[in-house]
């Protein structure tokens, strides 16, 4: 009973199979890349896009929201956009591929993603992860560029790296493979965004040594013409931090998956996330973390603001192994819901099998505080302002947080801009 | 901070078989040969003397079950059940109904004596009492049950043995009998609502379940009636190689309140038992019922061996306006649990409840939770989830609250806290939070952590032995589900949750 025919295939799930049918003779790689291609292909032709009978994807059922696969688009135009902090060493990769690189920082070496697919150097790196990474695999079977980025050991890197995935439409599939040497420090930005009809599928793949810190800040604005997979995956060794802050605000069917390995002892690891959902847009984060060795920390900060008609997912899952013993993991997932047709679910998951822990989760789905309302109004501040002062510090609590004075500004600025849309 | 080594270690040294039901009673059976099929049903029904309808009714089932497929979502693992091979019937000889205690076979009584369960009153009344040892639940039955009173249904494998003070229910206007009894005698309740809460079709084992049913109780709390005792029935598994399928059904007609108790005991057996229960409340308008469980089905041996897989379907639906429904369930046996008393929230301001303590040891396997499905407006639910975990066992919480569309003003809180004693056992906790209305409020919080040592240092300081303080603690964390449970029975499972833990904490 295990094993059952996939059905018909959708649009969507025909569309791909064309496409790597087509496609195939012209994606970058060697032999072994190409084996790895084929191997990640199949697993997606043989189950399909995942439905919500696969429990990874309860909330999600890629089968049925993954309306249309769009072809590619060869002559799309794909314009960058403007830094999000002053001063910042910049690598483009549009369409698809990557287009320029600042690569004049010490200690900073970037490399087109073709040139690791070329020497097949990126081969092993291509299975997906396990039965339910559907990203990883259909990513494997496309990816034609991106960035591979190295920070040397030691390396302090005092401007901020930003990482531009931008596209004009159609199809874009890459991965940015990172790694950060012993004692490193960088923060990095990663800007989703584009213009037009797209299927994006998008990798980060991400190598902590011991004692290397990174902040490293996700900012997604596709428009709600956008289907858009991704995937963060990191591993930490001994006493690194990794702060992974994630804004999403935009793309009419969004996952995103942060699967993050603590590996090294006194390791931490910090999620922030803010999901500003409107219009129709569904947007799933889903989390995988698991502590391994003893001793390391996480904490994980969720706050979502849904109107309209958007629906919102967060899945979030510790897995305390064994032997982490001392773990403290803890996790919070807030949500304001601001209109009727508007939905949102969570499944802040805990699975632990060491004893001596403390672990925990909150989730909590609210209205605005009609008590604060009042509040404000009495003080002759209007609704409609009231209300966007109360959703404002609600999800800006979580954006000070950074202590970066330039980062909080800028990311303000886009909570603003997305107020004046949304608000 | 490793403070409770001593316990770890402990852990490791019990046995966890303190079981002390596992005795078998050796009596005449009636068991019908191991397998699955439409003649079985039909003997099943015909044995029950059962309309044509409820015969219809299970082989519609029965048709139905055949095309689906067990759930394996769950975190539990067990070798592939073999469903041909069990036999669905099995029943005392020649006591296919007895009317007083003085028809039962003395070794039935007798077993019901060692479990310790309250026939007592009953006994005297029909001047039967039996000699015998008593166990330590005789004692708090005594003390307990004079002065309180509860009407006992006992179930025994597939046959409803024995319900007590039915003239004096009947006298409030309350049906309290098996269900075999109500399908003769009440069929139109029966037909209106069985199936109304689970239907047939609603999952792999509730499906099985409709199909062959043997027995279970039925209750009927007429409009306005506050039942005047509590209702208790006592399920037991004797027969080897016997699956127990028992339905219970309770209605609480408008503004009824009834609160009723179930515990379950079997055997100690090396090969695995399937219990596949399903459970359906009612609750009209004005309506309260609270549903009390203690289980205790043989949780298999210290390897793991042998055991009760109790794979239960339990739902409870708030159908009128201001109803009420609450679910407190002490879950220390079984090898394995799968099981989510839920509260179906349809009724404007109705509320539901679900108070819980799982203790796991051995090689135990817990999945349980609840789901609270909030379709009325200002309906409110609440959620109290305690698991503890030793051994090597793994005990998880998985829990829905789901806020439909037009549920204006839902309310939930969820608390589930998971305790861990030992380095060899698992606890997890997997809820699902969907809010489709804006003014929902929901609140779910949830943390695991071991006994701490300062509370443990504190307690002990005091000149208690640590044993005693651990049990103490355990005690105060389960505390605000104990409460719920009505007074005999939080005595009791006091007492089993330190039977389940012997050696580990208490």
Known sequence: MNIQTPPKPTPAEQALIDGYGERFSRLAGNPDVVQARDLAFDRFRQSGLPTRRVEAWHYTDLRRLLSDVPAYNQEAMAEPVGELLEHSAIAIAANGQALQADDNIDGVTWRPLTELLADGSLASSLAPRDADDMIGALNASFVSGGWALDIEAGAEIDVPLEIQNVHGGGQVHTRFPVTVGAGAKAVIVERQTGQGAAFVTSLADVTLDEDATVDWIVLQEQPDTVSYLSSFSATLGRNARLRLFVMNAGGRLVREEVVVAVQGEGADFQLRTVNLLAGEGHTDLTMVLDHTVPSTTSTEVVRNVVTGKAKGVFQGRINVHQVAQKTDARMACNTLLMSDDADFSAKPELEIFADDVACGHGATVAEINHDHLFYLMARGISEKEARRLLVKAFVAEVIEELDDEALVEALEARLDGWFADNG | ?506
């Open chain 2, 1 to 506: 901070m490793p403070a409770v080594q001593e316990t770890i270690e402990q852990v490791r040294k019990i046995d966890v078989d303190q079981y002390k039901y596992g005795f078998e009673t050796l009596i005449e059976m009636d068991k019908a040969p191991p397998g699955l099929s439409e003649d079985i049903i039909r003997l099943i029904s015909h044995k029950k003397d059962e309309p044509d309808w409820m015969l219809q009714w299970r082989l519609d089932a029965f048709r139905r079950w055949q095309t689906m497929t067990e759930p394996t979502w769950a975190r539990v693992h067990y070798p592939e059940i073999d469903f041909q091979a069990l036999s669905y019937y099995a029943a005392p000889k020649a006591q296919s109904g007895p009317k007083s205690l003085d028809e039962v076979d003395p070794e039935l009584l007798a077993t019901y004596e060692k479990l310790g369960i309250p026939l007592k009153e009953q006994e005297i009344l029909a001047g039967v009492r039996k000699p015998g040892e008593k166990s330590e639940l005789d004692e708090i039955g005594d003390n307990v049950y004079s002065s309180g009173r509860v009407a006992v249904d006992a179930v025994f494998d597939s046959v409803s043995v024995v319900t007590t003070f039915k003239k004096e229910l009947a006298k409030a206007g309350v049906i309290f009998c098996s269900i075999s009894e109500a399908i003769r005698e009440h069929p139109e309740l029966v037909q209106k609502y069985l199936g109304s809460v689970v239907p047939q079709s609603d999952n792999f084992y509730a499906t099985l379940n409709s199909a062959v049913f043997t027995d279970g109780s039925f209750v009927y709390v007429p409009k306005g009636v506050r039942c005047p005792m509590e209702l208790s029935t006592y399920f037991r598994i004797n027969e080897k190689n016997t699956g127990q399928f028992e339905r219970t059904l309770i209605i609480a007609d408008e503004g009824a309140y009834v609160s009723y108790l179930e515990g379950c005991t079997a055997p100690q057996r090396d090969e695995n038992q399937l219990h596949a229960a399903v459970v359906e409340l009612v609750a009209l308008e004005d309506a309260e019922i609270k549903y009390s469980t203690v289980q205790n089905w043989y949780p298999g041996d210290k390897d793991g061996k042998g055991g009760i897989y109790n794979f239960v379907t339990k739902r409870g639906d708030c159908r009128g306006a201001n109803s009420k429904i609450s679910w407190t369930q002490v879950e220390t046996g079984s090898a394995i649990t799968w099981k989510y008393p839920s509260c179906i929230l349809r009724g404007d301001n109705s509320r539901g409840e679900f108070y819980s303590i799982a203790v796991s040891n051995g090689h135990q396997q817990i999945d349980s939770g609840t789901k609270m499905l909030h379709l009325g407006k200002n309906t409110t639910s609440r959620i109290i989830s305690k698991g503890i975990s030793a051994g090597n066992s793994n005990n998880t919480y998985r829990g829905q609250v789901s806020v439909h569309r037009k549920a204006e003003n839902a309310r939930n809180f969820t608390q589930c806290d998971s305790l861990l004693i030992g380095n060899d056992c698992g606890a997890h906790t997997v809820p699902y939070i969907e809010a489709k209305n804006a003014s929902a409020k929901l609140e779910h919080e949830a943390t695991t952590s071991k006994i701490s040592e300062d509370q443990l240092f504190y307690v002990m300081q005091r000149g208690i032995p640590e044993e005693e303080a651990i049990a103490l603690i355990v005690n105060g964390f389960v505390k605000e589900v104990i409460q719920e449970l009505p007074m005999e029975f939080a005595v009791e499972a006091q007492k089993l949750i330190g039977i389940s833990l012997e050696g580990s904490v208490g």
